[in-house]
């Protein structure tokens, strides 16, 4: 996905950049402005359908559901300066879990990354809270867990692991 | 509406500018420190890199803030009268958190980031002490004290001379109907709203950091974190749009002497200007949508606004720009070639931020070199090429020797654009990569892009030395 939305907002850069070089290009020849606002006009509501389609098509689905049930597994997972704890170590594959993130100290991002090192999914650890996020495994393998929320001069050092098995 | 023609201060202008200018480049310099110990290329001790990026992030927001208050100063007294002594006193008071926020970190190791995010300015693990942290967060104080006064003598003046706030937000042409002719001028509508939203974010800010410096002092005293949370990026936010909502001032003032054609206040853009003071403060849940306890309302505002806010720059200014450009009698020089580049960028910009605002994209984005990447975008392309912009306009050549684009104008704009887009995109790619930021060191895999990144920076901090080093040595020869 993120390759996709990287080639996604290179195009779409460009293309705000176009105007500009074409204005650029066009400056030093003698030529009225003429009336723009028919053009503004038209600019203003395309932006703003496309905004409804974008809004609608990527909220239809929650992306923070928290599914419930006997079925879904759950991880309990604590941060803590400099270190993860996290209660279940072996994590089965195809089954729904939700990881309820606690800390002891301060803030904390829990961002998971796949064996080819793309994150997955991240939420934060906030004190006094817990944060709910939901995945399903397709893989099984090792997967890392990366400190995303800056958390002191070891915050690189807060990395751990746990494993996705095959049922 | 008859305006008054004020003498704006230069003297203080070109003196913020001055220190604006130098910080910037010693901050760049600073960044490029640390991406070339991210790339292995030099070695920096961990809690040394994090004092650094505090002193970068602390310092790059607000040098933009200075910069862009600057800016506003000076045209604002074009048409209001401006009490120099007020603007000193804004100025004595930022420096004075400077100096507060330099001791801490450099004696006093703080390194908690420039978010200085609670609760961890009071739980650093021994990394800092707490006399170091509370002397980062009254540097913070005295800054803000400063913008608050700086907010109060330029606001009352404008609401005298115009008569309230809605008059100088043109809310009588926007929505009363009445002929643009009698609009105030764009400078002014733009000051009344930046007054506005950034005077409500410094009340919050000082607020979080009031309840954290009494945190620091009484560890029993329990601030709530997600409200802290709100209220840190409520207040960051506001400040940093701020900054770049005072330096367009700049684009609408100096662009028409280049092109002929008078940046107008019209309807649109009116109603642009009283969106943006609305987008501007609603938008700052966009920071907090991996924070699943914040109510799902929130989060899809955060989302929806951050959206919307792209509307009035691209569809008001950046559409704008392009049409008092297109056919113009342009000409151009190192000062209209960089506050085009900055509508230019700050609007490319708006890409990565609106797709990074979406909640699925963030869940995968968020705190990765992807939010550095669009926020790069937003200061070099953005803010700082405005600033640089409206530098060289004050030390323009009145000869006809010294119009137009030198041969080192040439190289150094072209180096600057350059490698501030390289740099940026080398941010974007990592993010895209899933590289976190904000990490002293880096795995081996991410190692190329930082090494590439180290090569643009130096294009930009190369570029930048000239731009700050031709102000100042040009600096007291120009009329401003």
Redesign the interface.
């Given at each position: 996905?993120?390759?996709t939305?990287?080639v996604?907002?290179?195009v779409?850069?460009i293309a705000?950049?176009l105007?500009?070089v074409?204005?650029?290009r066009?400056?030093?020849?003698?030529?009225?402005?003429g009336n723009?606002?028919p053009r503004?006009n038209k600019?203003?509501w395309a932006?703003?359908a496309a905004?409804v389609v974008?809004?609608v098509a990527?909220?239809r689905e929650?992306?923070?559901a928290i599914a419930a049930g006997d079925d879904v597994v759950q991880v309990n997972a604590t941060g803590g300066?400099?270190y993860w704890e996290i209660d279940t170590p072996e994590i089965p594959v195809g089954r729904t879990v939700v990881f309820n993130l606690h800390t002891k100290?301060?803030?904390h991002?829990f961002?998971v990354?796949n064996s080819s090192?793309?994150?997955?999914?991240?939420?934060?650890a906030?004190?006094?809270?817990?944060?709910?996020?939901q995945y399903v495994f397709d893989e099984p393998g090792d997967y890392r867990v990366?400190?995303?929320?800056?958390?002191?001069?070891?915050?690189?050092?807060m990395i751990d692991e746990f494993t996705v098995v095959a049922n | 509406m008859a305006d008054v023609k004020a003498e704006p201060h230069t003297g203080a202008v070109k003196f913020s500018m001055l220190i604006a200018g130098a910080v910037f480049a010693l901050m760049m310099v600073i960044g490029l420190v640390m991406r070339a110990a991210q790339g292995n290329l030099i070695e920096l001790e961990a809690p040394f890199f994090y004092q650094l990026l505090s002193v970068h992030g602390a310092g790059m927001v607000g040098t933009a803030g200075l910069s862009g208050a600057a800016v506003m100063w000076y045209f604002v007294g074009r048409y209001v009268p401006l009490s120099a002594r007020m603007y000193w006193a804004f100025i004595a008071l930022f420096l004075l958190g400077v100096v507060f926020i330099l001791t801490a970190i450099f004696i006093g190791r703080y390194g908690g980031g420039w978010t200085f995010l609670f609760p961890l300015p009071a739980i650093s693990g021994e990394a800092w002490e707490p006399w170091a942290a509370a002397l980062f967060m009254l540097g913070y104080v005295s800054i803000g004290v400063g913008f608050l006064l700086y907010h109060l003598a330029v606001g009352y003046p404008i609401m005298k001379h115009y008569g309230g706030f809605a008059r100088a937000l043109g809310w009588h042409v926007g929505f009363g109907g009445a002929d643009p002719a009698d609009a105030p001028p764009p400078a002014i509508v733009a000051a009344a709203a930046v007054t506005i939203f950034n005077t409500i974010g410094i009340i919050v800010g000082a607020a979080v950091l009031v309840a954290s410096l009494v945190h620091l002092l009484v560890p029993g005293f329990a601030v709530d974190a997600l409200l802290a949370k709100n209220m840190i990026f409520f207040f960051g936010h506001v400040f940093i749009n701020a900054s770049i909502y005072m330096a367009v001032i700049a684009v609408y003032e100096i662009v028409p002497e280049y092109t002929g054609r008078p940046w107008k206040t019209s309807r649109v853009f009116v109603l642009a200007w009283t969106a943006i003071l609305l987008f501007v403060m609603a938008v700052y849940p966009h920071h907090l949508l991996q924070d699943v306890v914040m109510p799902p309302w929130a989060l899809v505002l955060g989302q929806v606004v951050s959206y919307l806010s792209g509307i009035p720059l691209l569809a008001v200014t950046a559409f704008s720009l392009c049409v008092y450009l297109h056919g113009s009698k342009m000409r151009w020089d190192l000062a209209s070639s960089l506050l085009v580049l900055a509508v230019a960028g700050w609007s490319v910009g708006t890409v990565p931020a609106i797709i990074d605002g979406m909640i699925s994209v963030n869940k995968i984005m968020h705190n990765t070199q992807w939010v550095p990447g669009h926020f790069h975008i937003y200061l070099l392309l953005g803010v700082v090429a405005m600033s640089f912009g409206f530098m060289a306009w004050l030390v323009r050549g009145t000869k006809a020797s010294e119009s137009g684009m030198s041969g080192l104008d040439r190289m150094a704009f072209g180096a600057y654009a350059l490698g501030a887009a390289g740099f940026a995109l080398m941010f974007l790619i990592s993010g895209a990569m899933s590289v976190p930021r904000r990490w002293a060191v880096h795995l081996p895999e991410w190692v190329l892009q930082d090494r590439i990144a180290t090569a643009f920076a130096v294009l930009v901090v190369v570029s930048t030395l000239v731009f700050v080093i031709k102000y100042a040595v040009r600096l007291g020869r120009a009329p401003g």
């Open positions: 996905m993120q390759s939305v990287l996604i907002t290179l779409l850069m705000v950049a105007p500009f074409k204005a650029v066009s400056a030093g020849a003698d030529g009225a402005p723009a606002e503004r600019l203003i932006l703003v905004g974008i809004t990527s909220l929650w992306p923070h300066q400099w100290d301060v803030n991002g961002g990354v090192g793309r994150l997955l999914f991240q939420t934060q906030m004190p006094g809270y817990v944060n709910k996020v990366l400190c995303l929320e800056f958390c002191g001069v070891a915050h690189h050092d | -």
